[in-house]
């Protein structure tokens, strides 16, 4: 039998309800697939601040380092807020994303048929698309020193090394070939001698990926075509910041918040979340969608233990669950058939995970 250790980070707000449901498909996962998933639970966020007095104990960063992935609900709320910002729960995050060094953030934006009405945009603008955006999530601005701030003047630097690019577009390019084979590249590179730089290493990378088609584009008409004609695209490869803005614009493209999965990948142990927060307007009432969160157990199967069949039958299970006509409050507007609660959509999926 299959052997996996995962750690699991539930977190604030509704945090501990979306985690438990995905425990929850997992142990279906592992009932049909003969695994044996072992959790070992870590603190982060307001709940570690609460137990330990810091966002991010030691325990929890040692911990996720002995496992062979790390799933995690959401942090923070009011409770914490007027903290120092050392002591804050996002700290915590940041500390943590750093240390297990996940130099990778994959954030799929998927429309689901069933929902295509959830979207702010036209039906046929947005059915069917599958977008991946690759953002690189431990360089460029949000990172590069000198960085200052007085009163009178402030700056930070944007700074990526020929590694830190390779790395990210290797990535990239290899999410690519398992898909329709296409990386856009979005940059600034017009503007930016960090983007020309980021320009020249990601055209030298796709030399060793020859199925698979490269373009560039720039970040604001990046962002344009987003909008105007979201099925162009299939992998975008982006640097930090630029990946922050856009993968958020791609992800409401599908409407809901409460469906969409993320991976930190690139080191040894990767770290798999839903995009959105810790919902403390709805924690505790068992309204919260807990479809991000079972979305990302299944990109922590497919990225981070290779079990790509598990994978892939979560997402079916998931579609299903939609196209049945089973919905959350979040998206009870959209051709519900029936609304459950978060315990109940998770014993759905779980239970069309034996089947589908
Ligand atoms: P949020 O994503 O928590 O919530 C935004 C809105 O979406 C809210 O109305 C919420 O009820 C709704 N929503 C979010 N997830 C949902 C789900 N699964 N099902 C149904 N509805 C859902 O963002 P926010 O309100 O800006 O932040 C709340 C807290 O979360 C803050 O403390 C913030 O710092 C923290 N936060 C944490 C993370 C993280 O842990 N990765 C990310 C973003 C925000």
């Given at each position: 039998m299959k052997q996996y250790k995962i750690g699991i980070i539930k977190g604030d707000g509704i945090g501990p309800e979306i985690v438990d449901e995905a425990i929850n498909v997992l142990d279906a996962v592992a009932a049909r697939f003969g695994f044996n998933f072992e959790y070992h639970e870590f603190l982060l966020g307001g709940a570690a601040i609460d137990e330990t007095g810091v966002p991010l104990p030691e325990e929890t960063l040692k911990g996720v380092q002995k496992v062979d992935a790390v799933l995690f609900g959401a942090i923070g709320g009011p409770k914490w807020d007027n903290l120092e910002r050392h002591l804050r729960p996002e700290t915590g995050l940041l500390g943590l994303r750093k240390a297990m060094g996940t130099f990778a953030n994959l954030r799929p934006a998927i429309v689901y048929d069933e929902l295509v009405n959830a979207s702010t945009l036209k039906p046929e603008v947005v059915k069917g698309v599958d977008i991946m955006v690759v953002r690189e999530l431990t360089g460029g601005i949000y990172f590069g020193k000198p960085r200052e701030y007085t009163p009178n003047k402030a700056y930070n630097t944007m700074v990526y090394t020929k590694e830190e690019i390779e790395r990210i577009a290797k990535v990239a390019f290899e999410i690519a070939q398992k898909r329709s084979k296409r990386v856009t590249s979005v940059d600034k590179a017009n503007v930016l001698e960090v983007s020309q730089l980021w320009r020249e290493v990601v055209e030298e990378v796709s030399k060793d990926y020859p199925d698979v088609e490269l373009t560039h584009m720039y970040v604001d008409n990046a962002a344009m075509q987003l909008i105007r004609d979201p099925k162009q695209f299939d992998v975008i490869v982006t640097g930090n910041i630029f990946g922050d803005i856009l993968s958020d614009a791609a992800s409401m493209l599908s409407g809901s918040i409460g469906l969409l999965p993320s991976a930190s990948i690139g080191s040894k142990v990767g770290l798999y979340e839903p995009i959105h927060g810790s919902a403390p307007d709805i924690a505790g009432q068992g309204i919260a969608n807990p479809i991000a969160t079972i979305a990302s157990a299944a990109m922590m199967l497919k990225?981070?233990?290779?079990?790509i069949e598990a994978a892939d039958t979560i997402d079916r299970a998931i579609k299903k669950v939609l196209a049945d006509g089973y919905r959350t409050k979040d998206i009870a507007a959209f051709d519900a058939k029936e609304v459950v609660s978060t315990t109940e959509m998770g014993s759905i999926i779980a239970n069309y995970v034996a089947k589908v």
């Open positions: 990225y981070g233990l290779n079990e």
